[in-house]
């Protein structure tokens, strides 16, 4: 981790950034007037930052002076909006502002969810699951409605949290090219900019993977219960997934998972990420279980790593909390910077980092809010 490094981390009260130069790690926020932040991008000299409520409304924060000032674009109004135009005085007595005019999808989504940049367009997926495209650096957004109108959007089911597209992953060498995961419809994948869409859900290990949870792998499937996904770097057809009953890999875009959960400590987890140089070098932070509080096996926290593509895995623990951990690290809560830093996220406010591949880890911050996303940029 040399150099100067960018990590955004979103939480449930706005944006905090962490830098650090020279070896000195720096904290600022929190940012965003403390919307809650789902999910936040570095494009540039741009920094994204994505998310809201039912009283925010759903949005994208843009700050195009290094996070120093924000501006947020928004997309739907919340319950806040009607407040503040129906009684001006009690909002400006506290420094709030009506907008001029209804956010464009009003009642159509509730929050913003995850971003991601394909070429030179970028996403934003939201919940209820749409997809937005922009090609004018987040300043304005239109809805991708071939995603939308898919066949089979009047089957897709909600997860615990709502129907939410929570994961955007594009390939760097063809940006035509892009797969989404949404709770709980699994992976939807275009290789034509999003003209047309294909569900990549097929195991291609069916028989060995036959859950009985109603989110699991099962009838050739993999579960649609998607938690989150990442594309290995040198193949734009290698990915790994984490969803609700194990970690999968595909070899082929998605068209196809295999189970590679064998050697973990449980089936259950929210993140996955993998390393930018080495396509087989991934990791991962499994929980205990859904129904059994969610946080890591013994209480005793460790992230999980594979040098081999899933194929094995080992424990990572130096630097970690081994005795009354109790925390839960959510589905955006891990990432990786470009020279292979690893950062993750919690619950309880932490972010920790590695710059050994994590063989030993340090806290760098405490006390945050709840973390939602951790991302990471040069």
């Not at 409520?53 to 924060?61: L, V």
């Not at 749409?130 to 957004?141: E, K, P, R």
């Not at 089957?155 to 390939?171: E, K, R």
Request: glycine content about 12%.
């Amino acid at each position: 981790m040399a150099g100067s490094i960018l990590v955004l981390v979103g939480t449930t009260k706005g944006l905090f950034i962490l830098r650090k130069t020279g070896g000195v790690w720096q904290q600022t926020g929190p940012h965003c007037h403390g919307w809650p932040i789902n999910h936040a991008l570095a494009v540039g000299d741009t920094l994204l930052a994505c998310g809201g409520n039912e009283w925010f409304g759903a949005g994208i924060w843009r700050s195009t002076d290094g996070g120093e000032s924000w501006e947020v674009v928004k997309l739907a109004d919340g319950q806040m909006d009607e407040w503040v135009r129906n009684d001006p005085e009690t909002a400006a007595m506290l420094g709030v502002k009506p907008c001029a005019e209804v956010a464009p999808f009003s009642g159509r989504v509730q929050a913003m969810w995850s971003l991601g940049r394909a070429g030179d367009t970028l996403y934003a997926g939201a919940k209820p699951a749409t997809l937005f495209s922009s090609g004018d650096d987040g300043v304005s957004w239109q809805a991708v409605e071939s995603l939308t109108d898919h066949p089979s959007a009047d089957s897709w089911q909600p997860g615990a949290v709502g129907l939410t597209l929570h994961t955007i992953v594009a390939a760097p060498g063809d940006p035509s090219k892009l797969w989404l995961g949404i709770s709980a419809a699994g992976v939807f994948a275009t290789e034509d900019g999003g003209a047309s869409w294909e569900r990549r859900n097929r195991l291609s290990n069916a028989e060995a993977c036959q859950h009985h949870h109603p989110a699991g792998p099962r009838d050739g499937d993999t579960g649609h219960c998607l938690h989150n996904m990442v594309r290995a770097p040198g193949s734009e057809d290698v990915l790994y997934q984490q969803n609700h009953c194990g970690v999968f890999r595909s070899r082929d875009g998605g068209r196809s998972w295999d189970d590679i959960t064998a050697g973990l400590p449980s089936t259950f987890g929210f993140p996955v990420a993998v390393h930018p140089t080495k396509p087989d070098t991934l990791w991962t932070l499994p929980l205990n279980g859904d129904t059994q509080g969610r946080y890591p096996p013994e209480a005793s926290a460790a992230v999980w790593r594979s040098r081999d593509g899933g194929d094995t895995w080992e424990a990572c623990r130096d630097g970690l909390p081994q005795e009354h951990c109790f925390f839960t690290v959510l589905r955006q809560g891990m990432t990786v910077d470009p020279e292979g830093g690893v950062y993750f996220g919690t619950n309880s406010g932490s972010v920790f980092a590695t710059a050994d591949e994590g063989d030993s880890w340090q806290e760098l911050a405490q006390h945050l809010p709840t973390v939602l996303c951790v991302e990471a940029a040069r």
